[in-house]
């Protein structure tokens, strides 16, 4: 299986300034397609997961512009240009490249 | 417009067999390409992929888990059903059906689309 990891753990932030997570896959995650499903979600307490970017640094639908994805191969980055208070919660990137799909085992987001 | 909805037992005994119910709409199981899966996350936990299965039937399974876990679809009635047997108190979690679509040609939407959840306590 891919194993993916998260840094960090948590990630105390000041609303309104910059916040950045990194996601590792143990394999490079580019698929017989030439795309790389590299995929970010954002669960806040007491709701379902919500699909942030997909393919490394698509947003989805309605998503805020302060989200960017970036990266590539096994490295790839979650940044948040300003931090809004609906943005706190639990991050998690997963890799839909090899079944099994596989997730990182998080980054908690909070107001300092 | 997809949504799905996760349906089952709020407590289940340890060693019973746990069964949930994922009913949705906007999009057909008979549909290339589209699937339906089962993740799951257990309290202040990540989470965890179980199982999906696709609309030719196709199954896939987590290792950990497969056999434990049956996966089956009833396209006609738009739902997907997801049994568990031997459940533990570690399968104690909050349970997720999720869209995903994959062509060919590249075009996807892989978990664009999540249910509300069910918690499913497993305990005496």
């Known amino acids: 299986d891919v194993i993916m990891t998260q840094s960090p753990v948590s990630l105390p932030v000041t609303l309104g300034q910059p916040a950045s997570i990194s996601c590792r896959s143990s394999e490079n995650l580019v698929y017989r397609d030439g795309n790389t499903y590299l995929t970010w979600f954002h669960l806040r307490p007491g709701q379902s997961p919500r699909r942030l970017i997909y393919k490394v640094s698509n947003r989805d639908s309605g998503v805020p512009d302060r989200f960017s994805g970036s990266g590539s191969g096994t490295d790839f980055t979650l940044k948040i240009s300003r931090v809004e208070a609906e943005d706190i919660g639990v991050y998690y990137c997963m890799q839909g490249t090899q079944w099994p799909f596989t997730f990182g085992p998080g980054t908690k987001v909070d107001v300092k | 417009q997809i949504t799905l909805k996760e349906s089952g037992p709020t407590l289940v005994n340890p060693t019973q067999t746990l069964t949930l119910t994922c009913a949705f709409s906007g999009f057909s199981l008979t549909t290339s390409g589209v699937g339906v899966a089962w993740i799951r996350q257990p309290p202040r936990k990540a989470l965890e992929w179980l199982a999906v299965?696709?609309?030719?039937?196709?199954?896939r399974y987590s290792a950990s888990m497969k056999n434990r876990l049956t996966i089956t679809k009833d396209a006609s009635k738009n739902q997907v059903v997801l049994t568990m047997t031997y459940v533990d108190p570690v399968d104690t979690a909050t349970y997720y059906c999720?869209?995903?679509?994959?062509?060919?040609?590249?075009?996807?939407?892989?978990?664009?689309?999540w249910g509300q959840g069910t918690l499913v306590t497993v305990s005496s």
């Open positions: 299965i696709h609309w030719d039937d196709l199954k």
């Open positions: 999720a869209h995903y679509y994959y062509d060919n040609s590249g075009d996807s939407a892989i978990f664009d689309s």
